[in-house]
């Protein structure tokens, strides 16, 4: 039981190795979108490798352990909550560098006004992220449904920054460059939200053994 702790701990301490870097990553690739950060995207870059590799690491170790071990319900949970993340966490190393080639693109084009909503969508967007992954760390039931509950605000966001964003296009076709390379980094950021959903959701598996995916808005019925 001892051995089996430790291997635990030991995937846990990789996967938030994996989180400590794709949370670096996002944080990144939205300053070189904002801030025109061409060293902020160069750093996106250079990363995603360490993340593909340790998203190898982590799904060896899972598989080992599921493969050689005698594991009880929780733990058998655990793991599979840790597979689930370790695939969210890669995406959202991939969309970050999504971001982050968004932003090099719009490097030396004039700025336009819609960024103004991007920042705010981004903060949430991180906000989810740290969020979901907390919960994890601490089994927070209430942490991860107060990620649920932020995906619609997103959605809103997403929206809104759409129609500011085609109607900037519609105005002066000058600006029809710069404004497909923002909706690109909206949607991307929306897609960042998703998969913070989906970490919470697997947070509500392993702490709960429920399954809420499907039925994860405020409204859902399942309780604690």
Request: with cysteine; glycine share 2%; charged share 25%.
């Amino acid at each position: 039981m001892n051995k089996l702790f430790d291997d635990l701990e030991q995937l846990k301490k990789k996967l938030l190795e994996m989180r400590s870097l794709v949370e670096a990553a996002i944080e990144r690739s939205v300053r070189a979108v904002i801030h025109k950060d061409r060293a902020a995207a160069a750093e996106v870059l250079e990363t995603e490798s360490r993340i593909n590799s340790i998203e190898l690491e982590i799904d060896a170790m899972a598989i080992d352990l599921l493969a050689l071990q005698q594991t009880m319900a929780t733990s058998l949970r655990f793991i599979i909550a840790v597979l689930k993340i370790n695939s969210d966490l890669e995406r959202m190393g991939d969309i970050s560098v999504n971001i982050a080639h968004a932003a090099r693109s719009l490097m030396d084009a004039p700025s336009i006004q819609p960024t103004i909503d991007i920042p705010l969508m981004a903060g949430l967007v991180r906000s989810m992220v740290r969020k979901s992954l907390d919960a994890f760390v601490a089994r927070d039931t209430a942490l991860a449904r107060s990620v649920l509950a932020s995906d619609n605000d997103v959605d809103s966001l997403r929206t809104a920054c759409f129609h500011r964003l085609v109607s900037f296009m519609e105005q002066d076709p000058r600006n029809v460059p710069q404004a497909l390379h923002l909706l690109s980094v909206t949607r991307s950021l929306e897609r960042l939200a998703d998969h913070s959903t989906n970490i919470a959701e697997d947070v509500l598996y392993y702490v709960k053994g429920i399954d809420v995916r499907h039925n994860s808005g405020p409204d859902a019925s399942w309780h604690e």
